[in-house]
């Protein structure tokens, strides 16, 4: 069994509640005597976790469920009010953006304190600068007041810091969405590499993509209390059908939608025949089916969409595309059923889209959508696996190394 | 020892800092006590005549003045520096685990730092213009200025954590050390307080210093070895009783901050 690096047990944090600064006078005073506590509010509960060498945990939940607070405490920098926090390892923490940069002072200067925060000696940061410049890529600005940097800048020198240290836990707080494109690509491979070499990694994130991409566990805060917690597809899922059942509650829109009595409008949409997020095998079939109502009898198109759980579209097809009608069920409802076998979807989240539109396939009418993760243990890049073939002599051995 | 090259870290970070951006550079040290002095010597001797002051009589007043204003600014400096240490820092400290004594320890020593560079150059220039100052008593006097350290250690432990809880205190203490600046032998000698009210200056924990300085370095005045050894447990306790207020408070810092 490898050594346990973070442990909490029953964890609680509250702030105290200050408005004027009468209750300030009053907190010092009770602190000072060490009688009884001022009134607080309460931003964490009974939270207990376990991390052992080599795992990832990703945490998730809404704004404000206590997310920063825990790592606040794993960090140190937040006493609990209850329980207790253990960490026996060199920690790098990245909590929101900047690692405890001062903004008067230059990136350079920054970097020698973060460095000598960590416990290095000025020869060790001389020999680690080089490093940590290239990788922040910042150019001339690293000379500069951290001031004048941009929030992408402060992150990736930030982030150059916690690289070039290679803590044993490295615990970040939504580095990933800052930052553009190539840094956030450049950041999730040197996690991908540092975990690969036997890192540790605490991550709280908001896209469920990073957190399934780089974390095997996860643990989901819901009002300061663990909602879920345990194998990252598992959590993300109940985490995704919880907002999927909470913005359907919240939805006038659709309503209103209906109430406008529009020409065709979606009944259900289903996959594989539940209406909740499915949870799918990698390489699976995915059966998606809608049912439409219309109002005059007419046969609508029915186009159906598939996106990454961040909005970049992957595919989508029509019946009109494709030539094929919806079948008509009764008078004013159709349904159109299609199946994507073996789906070529890579682990990750989806979303499925269905949308009515017109029999001349112009006007776009509604659109449902359900959350689809697809799960597997695919070490492949990207978002969907394309048929390919090794050319070449040693081809079937490198198939052979594929399937295993 | 991480804490300690941590301290030495900041220490060099606020001496630097303070000259940045100044074109001076680190001259401004010297200068601004200089400058200080130069008022205060003209004010004092020339307005006020203040060369009368028993105990600076047969030496003039300057030198009188410079051995007791130096290790106040240093003192006062230090302790109004410390006080705001924790909210200076406050984007280091909401992100950072940080032994945070070594904020106020740093602001608190860069002032000594600083200020004790200037008092020895004061010390040298003042002989160099052929003031009598024994210079072989530096070294003890400088044993002084640890002794002082430690003091204002102490009570800028006390108030960087109290300024946590109550903000006013960072706008309070410009006065009290002005008052207290005043209520000490800095622009006087004991002698020439009313004879009733000289015995008060005992409880004043600063008063010692000038008068230690005066005595080493001038020959001016006497402290006896009670009166030193009352100075250093004075100190002492005052550091202890820094150190157990910020301890108790340090868990909560980040709540208040």
């Known amino acids: ?404 | 020892m991480p804490a300690l090259r941590l301290a030495l870290h900041f220490i060099r970070r606020d001496v630097r800092n303070r000259y940045l951006g100044s074109f001076s550079g680190g001259l401004w040290a010297l200068a601004q006590p200089l400058i200080q002095l130069a008022v205060y010597g003209f004010v004092f001797v020339y307005v006020f005549k203040a060369d009368k002051v028993p105990g600076a009589d047969s030496l003039g007043y300057v030198p009188f003045l410079a051995l007791g204003l130096w290790p106040w600014v240093a003192f006062s400096e230090g302790i109004s520096r410390a006080t705001t240490a924790l909210a200076d820092n406050a984007p280091l400290i909401a992100k950072v685990a940080l032994p945070r004594q070594v904020l106020v320890f740093a602001a608190v020593a860069a002032s000594f730092l600083v200020h004790g560079v200037g008092f020895c150059a004061i010390a040298l220039a003042l002989r160099a213009f052929g003031v009598p100052l024994n210079l072989l008593a530096l070294p003890l006097a400088l044993t002084g200025f640890v002794q002082l350290f430690l003091l204002a250690l102490g009570l800028a432990f006390v108030c960087a954590a109290v300024q946590v809880f109550v903000r006013d205190l960072a706008a309070a203490l410009p006065q009290l050390l002005m008052l207290w600046m005043f209520a000490s032998p800095v622009f006087y000698a004991r002698e020439s307080l009313p004879v009733r009210y000289q015995g008060w200056l005992d409880f004043n924990p600063f008063a010692f210093y000038p008068e230690f300085f005066r005595a080493s370095l001038l020959h001016s005045g006497a402290v006896t070895l009670a009166a030193h050894a009352l100075a250093l447990v004075v100190a002492l306790a005052m550091l202890a009783l820094g150190l157990t207020v910020f301890r108790r408070l340090d868990p909560h810092f980040e709540d208040f901050l």
Request: with cysteine; hydrophobic share 40%; net charge neutral.
């Open chain 1, 1 to 404: 069994m490898s050594d346990v690096l973070a442990e909490t047990q029953n964890l609680g944090k509250s702030y105290p509640l200050v408005f004027r600064s009468r209750d300030r006078l009053r907190a010092l005073l009770s602190l000072l005597s060490g009688s009884g506590r001022a009134e607080s509010v309460s931003v964490l509960k009974d939270v207990n976790l376990r991390v052992r060498r080599g795992e990832s945990l990703g945490l998730i939940g809404e704004n404000g469920a206590g997310k920063s607070t825990l790592l606040k405490l794993l960090t140190g920098v937040l006493t609990p009010s209850s329980g207790s926090v253990r960490v026996n390892a060199r920690v790098g923490a990245l909590l929101e953006l900047g690692a405890g940069f001062h903004p008067e002072y230059s990136g350079r200067d920054n970097i020698a304190l973060a460095a000598a925060l960590y416990g290095l000696d000025s020869a060790e940061t001389r020999a680690k600068l080089p490093q940590i410049i290239e990788f922040a890529d910042i150019g001339r600005y690293i000379d500069e007041p951290v001031k004048h940097y941009s929030s992408g800048m402060v992150v990736r020198l930030g982030f150059a810091v916690v690289a070039a240290l290679r803590p044993d836990l490295l615990i970040t707080d939504e580095v990933l969405a800052v930052g553009d494109e190539a840094f956030q690509k450049k950041c999730v491979r040197w996690i991908e590499d540092y975990l690969s070499g036997g890192g540790t990694l605490i991550l709280v994130s908001h896209s469920m993509y990073h957190i399934q991409k780089l974390c095997r566990q996860a643990l989901w805060l819901k009002h300061g209390e663990v909602a879920a917690s345990g194998d990252v597809y598992a959590v993300t899922q109940a985490y995704l059908a919880y907002q999927e059942s909470k913005s359907a509650a919240a939805a006038p829109d659709r309503a209103s939608l209906l109430g406008q009595n529009l020409e065709f409008h979606l009944l259900d949409l289903s996959l594989n025949g539940t209406t909740t997020p499915l949870a799918l095998m990698q390489r699976t079939d995915l059966r998606v089916r809608a049912r439409v109502h219309s109002r005059e009898g007419r046969a609508p198109v029915v186009m159906f969409g598939i996106v990454r759980a961040d909005g970049t579209p992957i595919y989508g097809v029509s019946s009109e595309m494709d030539g094929v009608h919806p079948v008509r069920e009764s008078e004013n409802v159709y349904c159109a059923e299609i199946v994507f076998p073996e789906l070529a979807l890579l682990p990750g989240s989806y979303v499925v889209k269905a949308h009515p539109l017109d029999p001349e396939g112009v006007r776009l009418f509604d659109t449902l959508e359900r959350g689809l993760t697809v799960a597997g243990a695919s070490r492949e890049f990207g978002l969907v696996r394309l048929r390919h073939e090794w050319i070449g002599a040693d081809a079937p051995v490198q198939r052979a190394a594929a399937s295993s």
